[in-house]
Each structure stands twice: as structure tokens, then as C-alpha cells.
């Protein structure tokens, strides 16, 4: 099964604070995502990738970067913080190879004070 | 623009009853549907994929797809309290470039 970590697990954050999200994973897919998640919206697409040195913007990207560094790592950037993206934070993985089945990992739960 | 809504918002069911949760979706070209299940506090884990009109079953969980009444259902036969948790249906449709659109989910409490 696929396997994708995130870090931290839980962040406090200052308003106007950079925050990093990190995200791993082990299998090898070319996509990979990150979501937020809030009562009443399900999860929103942020920036997703197609591979090493791409990003792309999602449905609700301003206020984030990403940036791939390569296949395994995927990481979401709030350069500015604000108590707005206090959130659930999800990465995923997958491609053609699980059938388009996304992957996720365990959640980072981000306070923004 | 794909929209994606869940109904129940919440369901509860007594142990062993048939649960029934639902998930309408708005662009009939949508060629991808899964449902995931989300205990409190974790992420995501994959129930079932279904990909043409008809039912797909896994284990407990069996998929209905009506693409003309532009809905998938969930079933889940014998439910234990292990599987209370939120249920949310994906979608991929031609719009939004192919990306997996989420429902808000169904919050699903199975009584003992």
C-alpha cells in the first residue's frame, strides 16, 4: 500500500509566522497534492504536482506555494500566515499506476494565531 | 465547474443494518468516482473505485453508479461500530482538468 508521510503532525503558527508543510512518499508517483480540509467543505484542492520541478495551482492557491524538489517530496509553503488558514492539512499521492486512487497521509493539523 | 454534494450529513444506524449514503454529482462526463472513509483524526483510506454505470463491491462496501441520475451510492451491509467515521465520495469529471473533486462527507455513527 502506498505510503506517504507528513510533518509535523501538529504546528502553532504566528500571524504574518512562515510555516512548512512537508510531505514523503515511498511509491513513486508522479502526482502528488495537497488539500485542506474544514467542517462544511470537505477537502480543497491547494497546488498539486506532476513530477519533480512542477507545481500547479489548485482551486483555492492563494496564500500557499509549493515546491517539488523531487519525486518523493512535496512541500506546501505559507510565506505569510494568517488565522484564516488555521486547518487539516492533507498530502496525497498517486497516478496512472494505482489508477488514479489518491494516497494520503495522516493529516497536519496547523493553528494560526 | 464540478459540484459534488453528500447526503445525509449524518446518519446513525443500529449495528448490523444496512447503511445507505449518498452522493450526487454534477457533470455527467465524469468518468471516475471513489469513496473514502476517514476515522476521527487520520486521513484517508480508499473504500471503493467504480468507473462505469452499474455496482462495484469490496469487502462490506458496494458502489452504485447511475451516471443518468448523476449519482453514486454507498452501501455498507452489516456495519460494526468500527466503521463510524466520515465518508466521503471523489469525483473526476472532464471540468477542473481532470482533478478529484470531494463531497463535505457523511458522518456516519453505527450504535451498538
Known amino acids: 500500500e502506498a505510503a506517504v508521510t507528513q510533518s509535523p503532525r501538529n504546528k502553532v503558527a504566528v500571524t504574518g509566522g512562515k510555516v512548512t508543510l512537508s510531505c514523503n512518499q515511498t511509491n513513486n508517483h508522479n502526482n502528488m497534492y495537497w488539500y485542506r480540509q474544514d467542517t462544511g467543505h470537505g477537502l480543497r484542492l491547494i497546488h498539486y504536482?506532476?513530477?519533480?520541478?512542477?507545481?500547479e495551482k489548485g482551486d483555492i492557491p492563494d496564500g500557499y506555494k509549493a515546491s517539488r524538489p523531487s519525486q518523493e517530496n512535496f512541500s506546501l509553503i505559507l510565506e505569510l500566515a494568517t488565522p484564516s488558514q488555521t486547518s487539516v492539512y492533507f498530502c496525497?499521492?498517486?497516478?496512472?499506476?494505482?489508477?488514479?486512487?489518491?494516497?494520503f497521509g495522516a493529516g497536519t493539523r496547523l493553528s494560526v494565531l | 465547474q464540478q459540484k459534488v454534494q453528500q447526503s445525509p450529513e449524518s446518519l446513525t444506524v443500529s449495528e448490523g443494518a444496512m447503511a445507505s449514503l449518498n452522493c450526487t454529482f454534477s457533470?455527467?462526463?465524469?468518468?471516475?468516482f471513489r469513496w473514502y472513509r476517514q476515522h476521527s483524526g487520520k486521513g484517508l483510506e480508499v473504500l471503493v473505485s467504480?468507473?462505469?454505470?452499474g455496482e462495484k463491491e469490496e469487502g462490506s462496501f458496494t458502489a452504485h453508479l447511475n451516471r443518468a441520475s448523476l449519482h453514486v451510492f454507498l452501501h455498507i451491509r452489516e456495519p460494526q461500530p468500527s466503521d463510524s467515521a466520515l465518508y466521503l465520495c471523489a469525483v473526476r469529471g472532464n471540468y477542473n482538468q481532470g482533478k478529484l473533486i470531494f463531497g463535505q462527507g457523511t458522518k456516519l455513527s453505527i450504535k451498538p
Open positions: 467504480i468507473f462505469s454505470d
Open positions: 504536482s506532476y513530477g519533480a520541478g512542477s507545481t
Open positions: 496525497a499521492s498517486g497516478d496512472a499506476t494505482s489508477q488514479n486512487t489518491l494516497y
Open positions: 457533470d455527467r462526463s465524469s468518468d471516475n
